[in-house]
């Protein structure tokens, strides 16, 4: 296990850049998620933790050693890929062992390790089988195997999930978690699923078009994003976002065809054309409410039911409890409370706090 | 269809059955009995004036094999280089390998020969193989093959401790073994039908292949009183033979690696 380090690292591909500079420390034995757009960086990222890229600048250190020179094999890292990459011409057992074997790990050690691992992850049976015969779990699994057989520093996941149906996808998320939480070994998890993000980071690290925009708890991020683009990120459905107007009083937000907004204190700020966030469970049916939103789609999950309409000509989602009775074409009234919103420089997107 | 592929196959059977009399006049229907004894008299002895057929049949296998070998080592190994391996001129080495392809055989002839013949390559089992084993078409389908597998393979095996040349044998070469075997068949009867390249390259009659060697045959049996059709057709059957141990062979090994569906 080990801390890992980004000093200062970017990556340009050609005239592109793939990562602007990038700092970030993670201690021992947390669990980071990198989520953000496809084309964010957050696997080049990942890829140059592994080695498997060359940073164009910066210093990357793992356990307080400077590995940019190191090759992949140097680093004491193992990876779990997308489409899991597991070598098709080998038993699972062979699959587990390559890498041991390639260092030359005693005939013992090696069974001890498979042993082990397959107890955890429970692979026990298919230790003679091919890739071809097992199931998507269970390629995933044998993946995830082949990462803790080598007993890393660090583990690194690149988007691990995606390439499951929801269900398996949820139950391989719990797996992961409970791994980390018996190993204890440092990991960085990428992902662009906000979900995936949210229930196993420790931390999140939200990243937009090649740079970091958010660190923080899943938390942290969700009740304070840093801008506009953290905020509609994270959530599902994200934040609903108007642009408001700031009036003189630099606590009243005026948005088209609504009722304007009271601060509860007034915003340290010269801008006046803003964005205001409003998290769609935030949003309470009142029908004293002073808004008013015509219901264009309503969408039943069972716990929870979620109301699409418009407010003026601003889209907006409403996240009611239980089965909701308000149906497409009806008005309903909303109440806002102030301290719920969240408040964005429409110009440049970053969050100012009231 | 199969009646007409088989029919020439039938009448080679037939004439190299009989004695060269019966063949004289009317064209006998059902094969004699001297199958063996001529098979037998071409294989030891050969046609008056020839080698005999089996120095034929090895010096044929010699240059089909050594052709065979050395196109899939040559083309495998480049199609490897220009998949994996950033270098300078990558793409312009691959399109220069690929624009070879679209050249026929013949128009590179005399060049070949030339330089062969200033090696001293002549009449040798190097200059029968060595101009013949560079290959466009076996290297562009490794390469092709190649591309199909996910670049998550090699990233993984870097991981795991594999350099290069671990990553080919560990997992490029197990993983080829079914197009490997599809090309041996079709590079071995490639080589093995080659005519006009030993015939230009070989003067010496040792060298003589079985191809070249049949041709020869059918000029000098005609020139005979009675023509040997019965010899000459022997010495087909026997030619035919080798390819088609070939075809049946690696065709139950790259059908098996087809059924065992782990790609």
């Known amino acids: ?354 | 269809m199969a009646t007409i592929i088989a029919l020439p196959l039938y009448l080679a059977l037939v004439a190299a059955s009989h004695a060269p009399q019966a063949l004289l006049g009317h064209f006998p229907l059902l094969p004699g009995g001297k199958l063996l004894d001529n098979l037998g008299e071409v294989l030891g002895r050969g046609l008056p004036g020839t080698i005999p057929v089996w120095r034929m049949l090895l010096n044929s296998l010699i240059m089909a094999l050594g052709i065979t070998v050395g196109k899939l080592t040559i083309s495998i190994l480049s199609a490897y280089a220009v998949v994996y391996f950033r270098f300078p001129l990558r793409m312009a080495a691959f399109w220069l390998i690929f624009f070879t392809l679209m050249m026929p055989i013949e128009v590179r002839f005399f060049p070949t020969y030339q330089i062969t013949a200033s090696l001293h390559l002549l009449n040798s089992y190097n200059g029968l193989i060595v101009p013949l084993i560079a290959s466009a078409t076996a290297t562009f389908l490794f390469r092709q093959f190649f591309m199909t597998l996910p670049r998550s393979l090699a990233d993984a095996a870097r991981i795991d401790g594999a350099g290069p040349i671990r990553f080919f044998i560990d997992m490029v070469l197990p993983l080829s073994r079914t197009n490997i075997a599809a090309l041996f068949v079709l590079v071995f009867v490639y080589g093995w039908n080659q005519y006009l390249w030993p015939l230009l390259t070989t003067t010496d009659a040792s060298y003589t292949t079985i191809v070249m060697g049949m041709q020869g045959m059918i000029n000098a049996g005609a020139s005979f009183a009675l023509p040997r059709w019965d010899l000459i057709m022997s010495t087909a059957l026997l030619a035919l033979l080798p390819p088609v141990i070939v075809v049946l062979l690696m065709q139950r090994w790259f059908i098996k690696g087809l059924t065992d569906s782990d790609k």
């Open chain 1, 1 to 354: 296990m080990a801390t890992l380090e980004l000093r200062q690292v970017t990556k340009s591909f050609g005239d592109t850049t793939a990562l602007q500079p990038t700092s970030l420390a993670i201690p021992d034995g947390e669990f980071v998620v990198l989520v953000g757009p496809s084309g964010c960086g957050k696997t080049t990222l990942l890829r140059m933790i592994a080695g498997l890229e060359t940073p164009t600048g910066g210093d990357i250190l793992i356990g307080e050693r400077r590995v940019n020179d190191l090759e992949p094999s140097a680093r004491d890292i193992a990876m779990v890929f997308q489409n899991y990459a597991l070598y098709p011409h080998m038993k699972v057992r062979d699959n587990l062992t390559y890498g041991l074997r390639l260092r030359g790990a005693d005939k013992a050690e090696i069974a001890r390790r498979v042993q082990w691992a397959a107890g955890l992850l429970g692979l026990g049976d298919l230790l003679d089988r091919k890739p071809s015969a097992l199931s998507g779990g269970q390629r995933q699994r044998v993946a995830m195997g082949r990462a803790i057989v080598r007993e890393p520093q660090l583990f690194l996941f690149d988007e691990p999930l995606s390439n499951l149906d929801a269900r398996l996808r949820n139950h391989m998320r719990v797996e992961i978690k409970q791994l980390h939480q018996r190993l204890k070994t440092t990991t960085v998890f990428v992902t662009h699923d906000q979900v995936e993000a949210m229930t196993l980071a420790q931390r999140v690290v939200v990243m937009n078009q090649g740079r970091i925009e958010q660190v923080g708890t899943p938390g942290e991020v969700y009740a304070k994003p840093s801008s506009v683009f953290v905020a509609s990120f994270l959530g599902a459905p994200g934040m609903n976002l108007f642009e408001a107007e700031l009036g003189t009083d630099r606590a009243t937000l005026h948005i088209a065809q609504a009722a304007p907004l009271r601060l509860s204190s007034p915003l340290d700020t010269a801008e006046r054309a803003l964005i205001v966030g409003i998290r769609p469970e935030a949003l309470m049916p009142d029908d004293q409410g002073a808004w008013q939103m015509d219901i264009v789609l309503r969408e039943a999950l069972g716990a929870e039911t979620m109301l699409h309409g418009q407010i003026g000509n601003q889209p907006c989602v409403v996240r009611l409890a239980g089965d909701a009775p308000w149906h497409e074409g009806q008005r309903i009234g909303l109440r806002v409370s102030n301290e719920a919103l969240h408040v964005f420089d429409r110009a440049s997107g970053v969050r100012i706090e009231p």
